[in-house]
């Protein structure tokens, strides 16, 4: 390989390397600060929900109330109302969603056992939950289905794909055109460098070879 095309290949990784060292930087900055707005906006959601308590949910008219969020706006949720007497649970808000995954509301609860934490996630479920006291007996625990952020963050991450990828396979095009553009007074520099080395050697070839015979004949002469 010769300097010229070395140089190229070097310059052409270097840019390289710095082009995706930046657009990952920006994705990560992008896909980080997305997925905090969704889980912001998922809490409000979910303390929305638990704080409603005996209220109705705001109306899926718009027009009811202006200043209400839509119903058809917040995403899958229900509320159980745990009675520490009885230890029985039931749905008294929303839709037991979860059963369409084959999970009943005493495996949720048992679940919630190990979990003392005023709000969190259930993986395992793609629910987060919120604790709350509604009387002395018992607690009221709302629940909201968080599997719309994994979706969309899913989508985020295949949109940023379809930009980055081709847009780096235009930036290696566009350093390799840039590499030769650059490299061209080298390649210039060198090439004046090759042909003046090979005059000079050309130019100095007669008079060494006649320096050489005489050299030869004195020895000779000596002998």
């Known amino acids: 390989m010769s300097v010229i095309r070395k140089l190229r290949v070097q310059f052409v990784a270097v840019f390289m390397a710095l082009m995706v060292v930046f657009s990952g930087a920006i994705c990560t900055f992008i896909f980080f600060r997305e997925k905090s707005e969704l889980e912001y906006q998922c809490m409000m959601f979910l303390l929305d929900i638990h704080n409603f308590g005996n209220k109705e949910y705001p109306s899926a008219d718009p027009s009811a109330d202006p200043s209400a969020e839509p119903l058809a706006a917040y995403p899958p949720f229900f509320v159980l109302e745990i009675d520490n007497v009885t230890s029985t649970a039931r749905v008294v808000e929303g839709r037991f969603f979860l059963g369409d995954r084959g999970v009943t509301t005493e495996e949720l609860i048992g679940r919630l056992v190990g979990h003392m934490e005023e709000s969190g996630v259930l993986r395992e479920y793609q629910v987060r939950y919120f604790y709350g006291i509604r009387e002395a007996r018992g607690h ?24 980055v990828l081709p847009g780096l396979v235009i930036l290696f095009f566009a350093a390799c055109v840039l590499a030769r553009w650059f490299s061209r007074p080298a390649k210039q520099a060198i090439e004046v460098q090759t ?29």
């Open 195 to 223: 042909r003046f080395i090979s005059k000079v050697s050309h130019e100095l070839k007669t008079p060494v070879s006649i320096i050489r015979a005489n050299v030869d004949l004195d020895r000779k002469s000596v002998v």
């Open 140 to 163: 009221r625990v709302s629940f909201i289905d968080v599997s719309y952020i994994d979706a969309s963050l899913r989508g985020l991450l295949g949109k940023m794909a379809l930009i």
